[in-house]
């Protein structure tokens, strides 16, 4: 995500400075902070009236002239109890509420930032611990930031009342209780770095773990294929065991935190109320004072004790922040400049690279294109060739411009990819990938996507054009079928005719072809081939290709060999020069003729090896 250097500075920042991501998202709603300050002023003041009521009491309502007094000393606390459970719930209401809204903010920011970041970002990060952030992570931060805070937000009112009154009632013993508190906060605030380290530690091996089964659950066939079930789940036992025992760590730290906070403050009030039975004994104060002090010096140090656990719990959370925060800092490295330039209208479709070099963010030290000049035309279709590795699907990552290159420019209708709005660029392709993604949903959901508002006209004949109709419509319900999660319930060939339907369906005037019709086998690849025959026509095409029936109707055939376009030309002119793209071709058609003559039916063949 970050780098760990970057995490480490981060670490030093005080235990809940991670929260301040927080803070302007819970400012967007002031109004609703104002009314759970209220309720908390309300609720922390009707407390603190309490135990006035008692010293009056204990010092005057025994006198004989007292039963009047005390008639309307406990008809005044009924007040004040209907007072505190009214602020009370409004308190808990108001701060619990404003926790829930703040974290669902929270969460779709993040989302939304996902969204913006270059494909560099996710080469470095695995999607399960990306998901674990959205969900772990901020049910951890909703958890601390609703009831946490409302329960910090009342001890710290308390706190402060009590030793204001304190003060008030006895300044003496005001200044023991006052004295001891340094020796209880300042172990809390070491501690607590201590916390929110261990907590962040677990949250990073439970994100750990929850990608690791992301990633078996979505590979399940070939787990159980290859016999792996055992040996993963004792991989995912190993992550987890290792998550439990950051967690334990964490804990511990906690658990410790809340002892040593519990002990000093219960034997500073212990201490307090023998040095006050000393002055009511030696007549210096009343009963009735010695119990009010009391009593605050009680809400006080119960006070602090909860703000010792919820300081805990805080802290907790800021790892969790912490991680959130991280996804929200960071820049994506591909976005539109401050001033985009307009692309051409109408659109032509010209592409052009001009010396370009490029190299993968993870691989730095190998180029994966040097030096590459192209140019297309508009309307042109162009092959490119090539053994994996080779570059090719490279090429198609820069134009679409999900990664910027090292050196050159990449120009579409004359215009710098850099100079324009990313959005503004990919409206203008198509791309049909290798392996389609196709999201769990509808058919149809499936081919609107990225033009959602297509009518169902529109969509149907791109389905009839893709040849998909015909599979669709023989679905338990049709258009409306349930594809499920990647959809797992069609076939490769179906999710690649889908693929090309929602191609067909956005009609942009530069179409991108990365293997199209890899998952298709004979039958299907003829009937998808004419489809893509229409879907070329008039439409400025590269296409990466490895079989003879896509390449033989390019005009123009690029052979890519290490990052540089080593020979162009037709089918035919390439196949009389006798190079590289010759011999494997003349390969191509050996192999389709043994079978043949061993009585089988040719198989498509692989001019290169397709993969990049």
């Known amino acids: 995500m970050a780098r760990k250097a970057d995490r480490d ?27 759970a300050f209220a309720a908390l002023t309300a609720s922390a003041g009707a407390t603190l009236v309490v135990p006035v009521a008692i010293r009056r009491v204990i010092d005057h309502g025994f006198s004989p002239e007292g039963q009047v007094l005390i008639d309307a000393y406990f008809l005044a606390l009924l007040g004040v109890v209907a007072v505190l459970a009214l602020s009370s719930a409004a308190r808990y209401y108001s701060v619990v509420t404003l926790g829930e809204r703040v974290v669902a903010d929270l969460r779709t920011a993040v989302f939304e930032r996902l969204t913006v970041l270059d494909p560099a970002f996710f080469d470095r990060t695995q999607a399960g611990e990306i998901v674990s952030r959205l969900t772990a992570d901020a049910t951890q931060v909703k958890s601390a930031f609703g009831v946490s805070i409302s329960i910090l937000l009342r001890n710290a009112f308390l706190f402060v009342g009590a030793v204001v009154l304190m003060v008030v009632t006895s300044p003496k013993l005001s200044i023991l209780v006052l004295a001891a508190i340094p020796l209880i906060v300042f172990p809390l605030i070491l501690s607590g770095r201590g916390v929110r ?77 023998w040095y006050g039975a000393q002055g009511v004994m030696a007549g210096t104060m009343t009963a009735g004072q010695l119990s009010q002090f009391v009593l605050y010096a009680v809400f006080g140090a119960s006070a602090l004790g909860q703000l010792s656990e919820v300081y805990g719990e805080l802290a907790q959370a800021a790892g969790a922040a912490e991680r959130l925060g991280e996804i929200l800092a960071a820049q994506p490295g591909i976005r539109a400049p401050a001033a985009p330039k307009a692309l051409p209208e109408p659109p032509r479709g010209e592409i052009a690279f001009e010396g370009v070099r490029f190299a993968y963010p993870t691989r730095e030290g190998h180029p994966s294109l040097h030096g590459v000049d192209l140019r297309v035309a508009p309307g042109e279709r162009v092959a490119l060739v090539g053994p994996s590795g080779a ?22 209708d004359g215009r710098d990819v850099a100079s324009v709005d990313p959005e503004a660029l990919r409206a203008r392709m198509s791309l049909v990938p290798q392996d389609p993604t196709i999201f769990s949903g ?16 529109d969509v149907l004949r791109a389905a009839r054009l893709a040849h998909a109709d015909g ?94 376009i080593v020979e162009e030309g037709t089918h035919e002119s390439l196949l009389s020069s006798g190079a590289l793209y010759a011999q494997l071709a003349a390969l191509q058609f050996t192999d389709a003729l043994d079978e043949t003559a061993r009585g089988k039916e040719p198989r498509p063949r692989e001019v290169l090896p397709a993969a990049e």
């Open 442 to 457: 509808t058919v149809i959901e499936n081919i609107r996507y990225g033009r959602p508002d297509a009518p169902e006209a």
């Open 9 to 35: 500075q981060g670490r030093g920042r005080a235990p809940l400075g991670a929260l301040r991501p927080l803070v302007p998202f819970a400012l967007a709603y002031r109004g609703r902070m104002l009314a």
């Open 197 to 273: 380290r261990r907590s962040r530690a677990a949250q990073d091996r439970l994100a750990e773990a929850s990608a690791y089964a992301a990633e078996a659950v979505g590979a399940v066939r070939t787990m159980q294929a290859f016999g792996m079930g055992r040996t993963t789940a004792r991989r995912f036992a190993d992550a987890s065991e290792n998550a439990y025992g950051a967690a334990r760590a964490s804990i511990k730290a906690r658990a410790l935190l809340t002892g040593v906070a519990i002990f000093l403050i219960s034997a500073s009030v212990v201490g307090v109320m």
């Open 471 to 564: 599979f669709i419509t023989a679905l338990p319900q049709g258009y409306a079928t349930q594809v499920g999660e990647r959809g797992v319930t069609l076939s490769g060939g179906q999710r690649q005719r889908i693929a090309i339907a929602r191609a067909i369906l956005k009609d942009a005037p530069i179409l991108l072809l990365d293997e199209a019709t890899s998952a298709l086998d004979a039958e299907s690849e003829r009937a998808v081939q004419s489809a893509l025959d229409t879907l070329m026509r008039d439409r400025t095409t590269l296409v990466i290709a490895h079989r003879l029936a896509t390449i033989r109707k390019a005009d123009r055939i690029l052979v890519i060999d290490d990052g540089r």
């Open 391 to 412: 570059g090719k699907s490279t090429i198609l990552q820069l134009l679409l411009r999900f990664y910027d290159p090292q050196q050159g420019v990449v120009r579409v």
